[in-house]
């Protein structure tokens, strides 16, 4: 099963990278159903680009289906993290869990190992604006 996520994890950067590349916005107003989610390879996971390029920092949309959990990771860059939607579960290294609800807001600094996880009976909607390039790594 991990080796599955890890395996999962890596095919999601490289589906997300490509979709930042030949995705564009040419309008100044995009409703949330509007949109244009594209399939993570974790199961339950979606995303899509809100803004920016993703070479030097962009802003991500996640949606997460309720009940899916992410293992372990870290990310070079910080990211400030908006809640939209459901119940998003941030899990610090040491098993701190800090629930955020629509409008709460933090920050995650670059090489914290974190989890995160829905919980809630809707998806989980978020907003990650990252500093610099996103990648991720799976803690060890």
Same mark, same amino acid.
């Given at each position: 099963?991990?080796?599955?996520?890890?395996?999962?994890?890596?095919?999601?950067?490289?589906?997300?990278?490509?979709?930042?590349?030949?995705?564009?916005?040419?309008?100044?107003?995009?409703?949330?159903?509007?949109?244009?989610?594209?399939?993570?390879?974790?199961? *339950? +996971?979606?995303? %899509?680009?809100?803004?920016?390029? &993703?070479?030097?920092?962009?802003?991500? #949309?996640?949606?997460?289906? /309720?009940?899916?959990?992410?293992?372990?990771?870290?990310?070079?860059?910080?990211?400030?993290?908006?809640?939209?939607?459901?119940?998003?579960?941030?899990?610090?290294?040491?098993?701190?869990?800090?629930?955020?609800?629509?409008?709460?807001?933090?920050?995650?600094?670059? *090489? +914290?190992?974190? %989890?995160?996880?829905?919980?809630? &009976?809707?998806?989980?909607?978020?907003? #990650?604006?990252?500093?610099? /390039?996103?990648?991720?790594?799976?803690?060890?």
């Amino acid at each position: 099963m991990f080796k599955t996520l890890i395996a999962a994890a890596t095919a999601a950067l490289l589906t997300t990278a490509a979709f930042a590349e030949n995705h564009a916005h040419g309008e100044h107003h995009v409703a949330l159903a509007n949109v244009e989610w594209v399939d993570a390879p974790i199961p *339950g +996971v979606q995303l %899509a680009l809100a803004w920016g390029d &993703d070479a030097t920092g962009a802003a991500w #949309l996640f949606k997460m289906d /309720p009940g899916v959990a992410l293992p372990m990771h870290t990310h070079t860059h910080d990211y400030w993290g908006l809640s939209i939607a459901g119940t998003w579960v941030h899990i610090e290294a040491d098993g701190t869990e800090v629930a955020t609800v629509p409008g709460d807001y933090s920050l995650v600094e670059g *090489g +914290v190992v974190h %989890a995160d996880r829905c919980d809630s &009976d809707v998806p989980c909607i978020g907003l #990650l604006d990252f500093t610099g /390039p996103r990648d991720v790594a799976l803690a060890e």
